[in-house]
């Protein structure tokens, strides 16, 4: 999942950014409300983590236009601020959630999937395609009952393949949903990646489940055809 963290406090951004890719988001980073409406306007996101306190434009005038221009992405907002009229004014502003400062970052990652749950983008806890197991919690993976050491981005990678089993996915999709801004479009980095996982997850099962659509993309394949 693509994440757009909008945070201007440079320590807390960078404590924030780094927790969340350790449990397999992407993350874009922003400083300022303009950064964050030009990173909005080029790239999807699953969730936006938004300060309100920023430099440029404020976080509510963020959420406002970003509403105003259609936008559907789920918006957590972050403050030091907890009075009532100011969650008020976060939630009439467009923000689906209201965290305030400090907080824990477990509480970060369970409003983040409260959220996608609330978006459709993430189910159940536990994830079952045929013999294959991801426990999106924990985010491990078993097939045949064994389990899969996976790195972060392996996990990452794979989860989406899985929520789109049977879906052929293109490069520029996979690249805009599982990597972040850094991602270059010229390289071979998602094809190493999907060879990584095809040796975990398919090499001794009659079943391989990761294929090649040539010239399409890469599907994980559950109904034989």
Not at 33 to 39: D, K, Q, R, S, V
Not at 98 to 117: I, N, Q, T, V
């Amino acid at each position: 999942m693509r994440i757009l963290l909008v945070e201007d406090d440079v320590a807390l951004s960078d404590v924030l950014a780094r927790g969340l890719r350790e449990h397999a988001f992407a993350v874009d980073v922003a400083a300022d409300g303009e950064a964050a409406l030009y990173f909005a306007a080029i790239n999807p996101y699953d969730a936006v983590v938004l300060d309100v306190a920023l430099p440029r434009r404020d976080g509510l005038s963020v959420c406002r236009e970003l509403r105003a221009k259609g936008s559907t992405t789920r918006i957590l907002m972050l403050t030091a601020r907890d009075a009532i009229a100011d969650r008020i004014a976060g939630l009439d502003a467009g923000a689906d959630d209201y965290l305030s400062k400090p907080f824990d970052l477990g509480e970060l990652l369970a409003r983040l999937r409260a959220l996608m749950r609330r978006s459709g983008s993430v189910g159940e806890r536990v994830l079952c395609v045929r013999d294959l197991e991801l426990d999106t919690h924990n985010q491990t993976a078993r097939r045949a009952g064994k389990e899969i050491a996976l790195t972060t981005k392996e996990y990452a990678l794979l989860e989406y393949l899985v929520r789109n089993a049977d879906r052929v996915l293109g490069r520029r999709e996979i690249s805009e949903h599982v990597w972040d801004e850094n991602y270059d479009p010229v390289s071979n980095l998602i094809e190493s990646y999907i060879n990584r996982l095809r040796r975990k997850i398919d090499d001794g099962h009659s079943h391989s489940l990761i294929r090649t659509r040539r010239g399409a993309g890469y599907v994980l394949q559950v109904t034989e055809r």
